[in-house]
């Protein structure tokens, strides 16, 4: 059966305190990882796909990394507005369409 | 700006009510989709349609009908909600392209069956 653990759940931080959010996958078939950041009373919003081991796509104070079982988020010196949901979702080449969606870790950077 | 609309953003019922939630979207995109998504789970897809043609069903669409009216049209139908149905409930699309398939989502509707 196919899975994806986001962990931790929460997380907080002091702002300027770097960190590392995890999402392992056990699945059949990955075409993609996608990462998507959800603020309270939105929807989720695309940040990266990442594609094969050892890709690294960067976006201002994030940077998403990949291997053959699992992919990191990695924030730098965060900032208060980085405060959101990350979601990871790896896409599947299996028939139809099949993303699955990790429960997120709630992200919290206090000033 | 191209985007993807949701009504009602709110919505109260009771059991065996009929409900229609709407999903519009003036991006162009061919595909469309339906989620859920409830406290501690990820989210979870019930219907997908990738043209006006084309339904079908996702991972939880017991309880679940779908229309697509247009290409810019998606509607989730609960035939006779139940509390279980209560949830968050997120319309997104994506383009016709194989390799990549990001979704853009709509802003949500929270639905609560009594």
């Known amino acids: 059966e196919d899975q994806v653990t986001q962990s931790p759940e929460a997380l907080r931080l002091q702002e300027g305190e770097s960190s590392s959010l995890n999402c392992s996958y056990t699945v059949s078939g990955l075409r993609g990882l996608f990462w998507y950041r959800q603020d309270p009373g939105k929807g989720p919003e695309f940040l990266f796909t990442?594609?094969?081991a050892g890709e690294e796509k960067e976006k201002e104070r994030l940077k998403a990394t990949i291997t053959k079982k699992e992919s990191f988020l990695h924030i730098t010196a965060p900032k208060p507005e980085d405060s959101a949901t990350y979601l990871c979702?790896?896409?599947?080449?299996?028939?139809?369409?099949?993303?699955?969606f990790g429960a997120g870790t709630r992200l919290f950077v206090k000033a | 700006d191209a985007d993807v609309t949701q009504t009602p953003r709110n919505r109260i019922t009771k059991t065996g009510k009929r409900i229609m939630l709407e999903c519009s979207q003036t991006?162009?995109?061919?595909?469309m989709y339906w989620y859920r998504q409830d406290p501690g789970l990820g989210l979870r897809l019930i219907y997908y349609s990738f043209d006006v043609k084309d339904i079908n069903k996702g991972e939880i669409s017991d309880g679940y009908s779908v229309s697509r009216q247009a290409q810019a049209k998606f509607s989730l139908s609960l035939e006779s909600a139940i509390p279980n149905q209560t949830a968050l409930y997120f319309c997104?699309?994506?383009?016709?392209?194989?390799?990549?398939?990001?979704?853009?989502f709509g802003p949500g509707t929270r639905l609560t069956v009594l």
């Open positions: 997104a699309t994506s383009v016709t392209r194989e390799a990549d398939n990001e979704q853009f």
């Open positions: 991006k162009g995109h061919d595909r």
């Open positions: 979702a790896p896409h599947l080449g299996t028939g139809g369409f099949k993303t699955i």
């Open positions: 990442l594609y094969s």
